[in-house]
């Protein structure tokens, strides 16, 4: 019985005391990590003062002036529009918004197909010369 008591016991100081190494070490890494944030933050803070910035709101109470509303013609504004060409008026929407990732993706993807053919075509040209070159000299041309 005593064997076994020991064997019980032993386990038991073993579980305890791996949960106890687990816990130090956590806790010397979370108190590790913290030391290394504090000193930045302080030495941010002492290198860069911040001015201090006073905001002056307008007084509620104060009546707002209303802004004269200019009266346009609904016919003269048609006949701007229909002046500017509807390709025109696309063009300038086109450039206002911004590139979707899709137009982008297509926009990278047409650049690569262009180096790729202009690569291929250096390397024809470059065998081209070779076999020229192999040729004049009397020798068997690389395959």
Same mark, same amino acid.
């Given at each position: 019985m005593s064997a076994k008591r020991r064997f019980f016991l032993a386990g038991a100081a073993t579980a305890i005391a791996i949960i106890a190494v %687990?816990? %130090? %070490?956590?806790a010397l890494f979370a108190s590790s990590a913290s030391k290394q944030v504090r000193p930045a933050r302080i030495e941010h803070q002492a290198t860069a003062p911040t001015? $201090? =910035?006073r905001v002056a709101l307008p007084a509620t109470s104060e009546p707002v002036a209303p802004t004269? =509303? #200019? $009266?346009v013609d #609904?016919?003269?504004e048609k006949a701007q529009q229909?002046? #500017? $060409?509807?390709?025109a008026q696309s063009e300038a929407q086109t450039e206002e918004r911004p590139k979707t990732r899709r137009?982008? *993706?297509e926009e990278r993807r047409k650049l690569r =197909?262009? *180096?790729r053919a202009e690569g291929r075509e250096r390397r024809h040209h470059r065998k081209a010369s070779q076999q020229q070159e192999a040729s004049r000299n009397g020798e068997i041309p690389p395959q």
């Open positions: %687990g816990f %130090g %070490g956590g001015p $201090a =910035v004269p =509303v #200019l $009266a #609904l016919s003269q229909t002046q #500017l $060409a509807p390709q137009e982008l *993706r =197909v262009e *180096r």
